[in-house]
């Protein structure tokens, strides 16, 4: 092995190719960089960057037909880009150690914690039983494992997830590897462990001369711990500097875009500024005012007014689901997901809900849009308790309330094309006259979420994350609600598309004067979006204020811990930004 | 990541099914090729019966018990007017096969169209309402499958060929056995929506349409059912090759398809009777047009399981 002096592991102009039955697609096109011993390098980037392919493609990972079509990796001078089956074999694990996305699948849940570690030992390092067992020990003592004799001997199951990734570290360790690739390893996980985690590897790194580059979209990761970052986009290292150069003063268009999509914890901003650089949106053109869209239907209207500026009043709603089904009502055992809570949302605002999962926020947005039937509690929409309505007298109710959902891959009917889709709801409340009348209603709808007339011949396949989410929005909005529910509406999307989806909400929220319920785990998104705030816990209301008062001066317990956690990126760019001035108030 | 050549958005629908990811896997699979050609074959030979038939097996008048039993042409005492020989009462073979397979295919087509129907209505019906309906239906379905199909269909069709007698059965026969072996075997089909059901039930496009106040009827015909076909698609080919196989057993058996109208298995059955009189080609002719014809609906079927699983697209 021919020793150059230089970094560890040196990619030089790599090129990564997917063949498909439509031609080549280049994953990565020409991307070069370095990782120096004890660096950790950010590699950051949006879905379909490329930036995964990279981690993968260095130890010969990438799923087939994908192929290094040309380039360089040099591990210490040695070029191993082009090695397959045993060659490379040698190289994973004892050279470079691989920490995956999800700690809930990359561990064989049927091994005891011992048999993974001492396996992964023995095939690496060599040696005897006894030394392995002594080494796994040891791993297990340096990812910060308490008990390590006990844990040893127990299987994945009976671990939580951020001590599984832990362990999945300490495999990654295993064979005393030079760089360690760790591709999203702290998405899967709630903030509160994704940071102990993040500085796990951080001290790992420093302590042991470890070079690691980490994969991520999350730029309060980014933020936390790297000392150098790669922007990829499209397959492109747009951009490469110290940490805090490419934060503070990003100088390619593209990174300056992607962090001013951030959402921010320190002011509150009108809009998003400049995100149209990632996916292209089509103008919009309609007046509302004059539209089928902004007009309501005017009796239905009058007699359901809100009562003193509040549209929907929650009154002590409880909704407990069973857990652990018995004959007996004794034996049975019940979740409480919804536990005496109590609200009022006024009209034309935005109320947040935020809490952790499995906090019952989801549940109280569906016992609202009538999904669930509540066991006690009234929902007041407007004077009238919906949960005493039957189905047939609910209907017109229904038509006021429309819920935007978080997953845009599930909550659109695949074998309908987008047209349809849109026009379903319309069709189902004869809100217009079939045939032409229909047709153009949901072609200006499709204008005015930003698609474009034409895509109501497609089907949800054809269109991005981000785009689905808009014909999700349009589909609410084909009833002509006052009250729109948004369940986590970006929290499966790029920071950019988010920004992209979270402007638009807010320009019809203006236009058509909605009122909205906006759920997120995200504070920061919370934060920009939301009039007031409710935070829940455990089925709970624990607190509620306005947004800004609650982000300056927490009362909770609760709150001012999860406020503590929200990254801080408070030396951001502050290019372009447009505040509220006469709401900034600083966090304390 | 994809994003290098995107096909331009195909015209008409035959340039649309040249580009779908069936006739693509479809032109890489030899097996699937071959076995749709032969199926092709065999039920344009089956509708074309009666043009391409060189004798109408069903008009008596056509008959010469002259012929009777005579080997196919290819053999020494073989006549060339016949070209798979005759059978016992001097029908043409040939024409007998393409007749009967008209007939299995018919049987196994409505047979499994009727399974399909009470299947889908009940599978939907239990899936989406869940608790004590699902409970019952699919209890219901359970009784069901543990009576075999066979044992279900001998006892009904005995039962009615010995209250109404063989004549009346003779013109009913095609009908008692699709009536048969439709009900036998709905289970498949309720089973299999059910489980498709409760997975889509899931999926947040089906709260969307709760959310707008949608009916249950509109809910799981027009939204859920659509996206529950390909399993459909699926073990209906399995079931068409299933049902003629019941149906050729149970005519074996002699209780499906009178003489003067043989089917698939009834003409294995007629030509059994001779088989160890070296009288060979009457049972193993047919027989081997059955298994072919089996053997090829299965292949495709286990092929378009393989192309429908959403999994093989990801790669």
């Given at each position: 092995?021919?020793?150059?002096?230089g970094?560890l592991?040196?990619?030089?102009?790599?090129?990564?190719e997917?063949?498909s039955r439509h031609?080549?697609?280049?994953?990565v096109?020409?991307?070069?960089?370095?990782?120096e011993k004890?660096?950790?390098?950010?590699?950051?980037?949006?879905s379909?960057a490329?930036?995964?392919?990279?981690?993968?493609a260095v130890?010969?990972l990438?799923?087939?037909?994908?192929?290094v079509?040309?380039?360089d990796?040099?591990?210490?001078g040695?070029?191993?880009?082009?090695?397959?089956g045993?060659a490379?074999?040698r190289?994973?694990?004892?050279r470079?150690?691989?920490?995956?996305q999800?700690?809930m699948t990359?561990?064989?849940?049927?091994?005891t914690?011992?048999?993974q570690?001492v396996?992964?030992?023995?095939?690496?390092?060599?040696?005897t039983?006894e030394?392995?067992l002594?080494?796994?020990l040891e791993?297990?003592?340096?990812?910060?494992?308490p008990?390590?004799?006990?844990?040893?001997?127990?299987?994945?199951?009976q671990?939580?997830?951020?001590?599984?990734?832990?362990v999945?570290?300490?495999i990654?360790?295993a064979?005393?590897p030079?760089?360690i690739?760790?591709d999203?390893?702290?998405?899967?996980?709630?903030?509160?462990?994704?940071?102990?985690?993040?500085?796990?590897?951080?001290?790992?790194c420093?302590?042991?001369?470890v070079?690691c580059?980490?994969?991520?979209h999350?730029m309060?990761?980014?933020?936390?711990?790297t000392?150098?970052?790669?922007?990829?986009y499209?397959?492109?290292?747009?951009?490469?500097?110290?940490?805090q150069?490419?934060l503070?003063?990003?100088?390619?268009?593209y990174?300056r875009?992607?962090?001013?999509a951030?959402p921010r914890t320190?002011v509150?901003?009108?809009r998003?500024?400049?995100?149209?650089?990632?996916?292209?949106?089509?103008?919009?053109?309609i007046?509302?005012?004059n539209?089928?869209?902004?007009?309501?239907?005017?009796?239905?209207?009058?007699?359901h007014?809100a009562?003193?500026?509040?549209?929907?009043?929650?009154?002590?709603v409880n909704?407990?689901?069973?857990?652990?089904?018995?004959?007996?009502?004794?034996n049975?055992?019940?979740?409480?997901?919804?536990d005496?809570?109590?609200?009022?949302?006024?009209e034309?605002?935005t109320?947040?809900?935020?809490?952790e999962?499995?906090?019952?926020?989801?549940?109280?947005?569906r016992?609202i849009?009538?999904?669930?039937?509540?066991d006690?509690?009234s929902?007041?929409?407007?004077g009238?308790?919906?949960?005493?309505?039957?189905?047939?007298?609910r209907?017109?109710?229904?038509?006021q309330i429309q819920?935007?959902?978080?997953?845009p891959?599930s909550?659109?009917?695949?074998?309908?094309?987008?047209?349809?889709i849109?026009?379903?709801?319309?069709?189902?409340?004869?809100l217009?006259?079939?045939?032409?009348e229909?047709?153009?209603?949901v072609?200006?709808?499709?204008?005015?979420v930003?698609?474009?007339?034409?895509?109501g011949?497609?089907?949800?396949?054809?269109?991005?994350?981000?785009q689905?989410?808009?014909i999700?929005?349009?589909r609410?909005l084909?009833?002509?609600?006052?009250?729109?529910?948004c369940?986590?509406?970006?929290?499966?999307?790029?920071v950019?598309?988010?920004?992209?989806i979270?402007?638009?909400l807010?320009?019809?929220?203006?236009?058509l004067?909605?009122?909205?319920m906006?759920?997120?785990?995200?504070?920061?998104v919370i934060?920009?979006?939301?009039d007031?705030v409710?935070v829940?816990?455990?089925?709970?209301?624990v607190?509620?204020?306005e947004t800004e008062?609650?982000y300056a001066s927490?009362?909770?317990?609760?709150?001012?811990?999860?406020?503590?956690?929200?990254?801080?990126?408070?030396?951001l760019?502050?290019?372009?930004?447009?505040?509220?001035?006469?709401?900034?108030?600083?966090l304390a | 990541?994809?994003e290098?050549?995107?096909p331009a958005?195909?015209?008409t629908?035959w340039?649309?099914?040249r580009?779908?990811?069936i006739?693509?896997y479809?032109l890489?699979?030899k097996?699937?090729?071959v076995?749709?050609?032969i199926l092709l074959?065999m039920?344009?030979?089956?509708l074309?019966?009666p043009v391409?038939?060189?004798?109408?097996?069903y008009d008596?008048?056509q008959?010469?018990?002259?012929?009777?039993e005579?080997p196919?042409?290819w053999s020494?005492?073989?006549?060339s007017?016949?070209?798979?020989?005759?059978d016992?009462?001097?029908?043409?073979?040939l024409s007998?096969?393409l007749?009967?397979?008209r007939i299995?295919?018919?049987?196994?087509?409505?047979a499994?169209?009727?399974?399909?129907?009470?299947?889908?209505v009940?599978?939907?019906?239990?899936?989406?309402?869940?608790?004590?309906?699902?409970?019952?239906?699919?209890r219901?379905?359970?009784?069901?499958?543990?009576f075999?199909t066979?044992?279900?269909?001998?006892i009904?069709?005995?039962?009615?060929?010995?209250?109404?007698?063989m004549e009346?059965?003779?013109r009913?026969a095609?009908l008692?056995?699709i009536?048969v072996?439709g009900?036998a075997?709905w289970?498949?089909?309720?089973?299999?929506?059910r489980a498709?059901?409760?997975?889509e039930k899931?999926?947040?496009y089906?709260e969307?349409?709760?959310v707008?106040?949608f009916?249950?009827g509109r809910?799981?015909?027009?939204?859920i059912?659509?996206?529950?076909?390909s399993?459909?698609l699926?073990?209906?080919?399995?079931q068409?090759?299933?049902?003629?196989?019941s149906?050729?057993?149970?005519s074996?058996?002699?209780l499906?398809m009178?003489?003067?109208?043989?089917?698939?298995?009834a003409?294995?059955?007629?030509?059994?009777?001779y088989?160890?009189?070296?009288t060979w080609?009457?049972t193993?002719?047919?027989?081997?047009?059955?298994?072919?014809?089996?053997?090829?609906?299965?292949?495709?079927?286990?092929?378009l399981?393989?192309v429908m699983?959403?999994?093989l697209?990801?790669?």
């Amino acid at each position: 092995m021919s020793k150059a002096t230089g970094s560890l592991l040196e990619i030089r102009s790599l090129c990564i190719e997917f063949p498909s039955r439509h031609g080549v697609a280049t994953a990565v096109s020409n991307v070069s960089f370095s990782v120096e011993k004890g660096e950790i390098v950010g590699l950051v980037g949006e879905s379909g960057a490329g930036k995964s392919t990279i981690g993968n493609a260095v130890i010969d990972l990438l799923s087939p037909p994908g192929r290094v079509a040309s380039g360089d990796v040099l591990l210490e001078g040695e070029n191993i880009a082009n090695l397959h089956g045993e060659a490379i074999r040698r190289i994973r694990g004892r050279r470079i150690g691989f920490i995956f996305q999800d700690p809930m699948t990359s561990l064989n849940p049927l091994l005891t914690i011992e048999t993974q570690l001492v396996e992964t030992i023995l095939a690496t390092l060599g040696g005897t039983r006894e030394e392995a067992l002594n080494k796994s020990l040891e791993l297990m003592k340096s990812v910060g494992i308490p008990e390590p004799e006990l844990r040893l001997k127990q299987y994945p199951h009976q671990f939580s997830g951020g001590m599984r990734q832990r362990v999945v570290i300490a495999i990654a360790l295993a064979g005393d590897p030079e760089l360690i690739i760790a591709d999203e390893p702290t998405t899967a996980l709630d903030v509160s462990i994704q940071d102990q985690i993040l500085e796990l590897i951080r001290t790992l790194c420093r302590e042991r001369q470890v070079g690691c580059i980490l994969v991520t979209h999350d730029m309060g990761v980014i933020a936390n711990v790297t000392d150098r970052v790669a922007v990829m986009y499209k397959g492109n290292l747009v951009e490469m500097g110290s940490t805090q150069q490419i934060l503070e003063r990003p100088q390619h268009e593209y990174t300056r875009s992607l962090i001013s999509a951030v959402p921010r914890t320190d002011v509150k901003l009108k809009r998003f500024p400049r995100v149209e650089y990632i996916e292209q949106v089509q103008s919009r053109s309609i007046d509302v005012k004059n539209h089928w869209l902004g007009q309501q239907d005017e009796s239905f209207a009058a007699e359901h007014k809100a009562e003193n500026g509040i549209l929907l009043k929650v009154d002590d709603v409880n909704l407990r689901f069973q857990t652990q089904s018995a004959f007996l009502e004794k034996n049975r055992r019940y979740v409480k997901a919804s536990d005496h809570v109590s609200f009022e949302v006024r009209e034309g605002e935005t109320f947040g809900l935020v809490g952790e999962s499995g906090s019952g926020k989801s549940t109280i947005a569906r016992i609202i849009a009538g999904l669930y039937q509540p066991d006690s509690g009234s929902i007041n929409y407007a004077g009238t308790d919906l949960t005493r309505l039957s189905d047939k007298q609910r209907i017109p109710f229904r038509r006021q309330i429309q819920m935007v959902f978080q997953n845009p891959y599930s909550s659109l009917n695949p074998r309908m094309s987008v047209h349809d889709i849109i026009a379903e709801p319309i069709r189902f409340h004869s809100l217009a006259r079939p045939g032409r009348e229909t047709d153009g209603i949901v072609a200006d709808l499709l204008d005015h979420v930003g698609l474009g007339a034409a895509s109501g011949v497609k089907f949800p396949h054809e269109f991005s994350g981000g785009q689905r989410q808009r014909i999700s929005i349009a589909r609410a909005l084909a009833t002509r609600p006052r009250f729109l529910i948004c369940d986590e509406p970006t929290s499966a999307l790029d920071v950019s598309v988010q920004a992209q989806i979270l402007n638009l909400l807010k320009d019809l929220q203006d236009e058509l004067g909605l009122t909205m319920m906006f759920i997120s785990h995200d504070l920061p998104v919370i934060r920009q979006m939301c009039d007031r705030v409710g935070v829940m816990r455990y089925g709970k209301l624990v607190e509620v204020n306005e947004t800004e008062t609650l982000y300056a001066s927490p009362q909770h317990e609760y709150t001012r811990e999860l406020l503590s956690l929200m990254p801080h990126l408070d030396n951001l760019s502050r290019e372009g930004l447009e505040t509220e001035p006469e709401r900034e108030v600083a966090l304390a | 990541m994809n994003e290098a050549v995107v096909p331009a958005r195909p015209e008409t629908r035959w340039q649309r099914i040249r580009q779908s990811n069936i006739y693509y896997y479809f032109l890489r699979d030899k097996v699937a090729m071959v076995s749709a050609v032969i199926l092709l074959l065999m039920v344009a030979g089956a509708l074309l019966a009666p043009v391409l038939a060189p004798q109408n097996p069903y008009d008596m008048a056509q008959l010469d018990i002259m012929n009777s039993e005579l080997p196919p042409a290819w053999s020494e005492e073989g006549d060339s007017q016949f070209l798979l020989g005759t059978d016992d009462q001097g029908r043409d073979l040939l024409s007998t096969i393409l007749y009967g397979t008209r007939i299995s295919l018919t049987i196994g087509l409505f047979a499994v169209i009727l399974q399909a129907f009470l299947g889908i209505v009940v599978g939907l019906t239990a899936g989406y309402f869940g608790g004590r309906i699902d409970g019952f239906l699919m209890r219901l379905a359970d009784i069901q499958l543990s009576f075999s199909t066979m044992m279900v269909a001998i006892i009904v069709l005995a039962v009615f060929q010995a209250a109404f007698g063989m004549e009346l059965y003779s013109r009913m026969a095609m009908l008692m056995l699709i009536l048969v072996i439709g009900i036998a075997e709905w289970p498949q089909y309720a089973r299999t929506i059910r489980a498709s059901v409760l997975a889509e039930k899931q999926k947040e496009y089906v709260e969307a349409t709760r959310v707008m106040g949608f009916g249950p009827g509109r809910i799981m015909f027009r939204h859920i059912l659509p996206n529950c076909l390909s399993p459909i698609l699926v073990i209906s080919t399995v079931q068409i090759a299933n049902a003629i196989i019941s149906e050729a057993a149970l005519s074996f058996l002699g209780l499906g398809m009178p003489p003067s109208q043989p089917s698939l298995g009834a003409l294995i059955s007629s030509g059994f009777e001779y088989i160890f009189s070296g009288t060979w080609w009457i049972t193993v002719i047919p027989g081997i047009v059955l298994v072919v014809l089996v053997l090829v609906m299965n292949l495709l079927g286990d092929w378009l399981r393989d192309v429908m699983n959403p999994k093989l697209y990801k790669g």
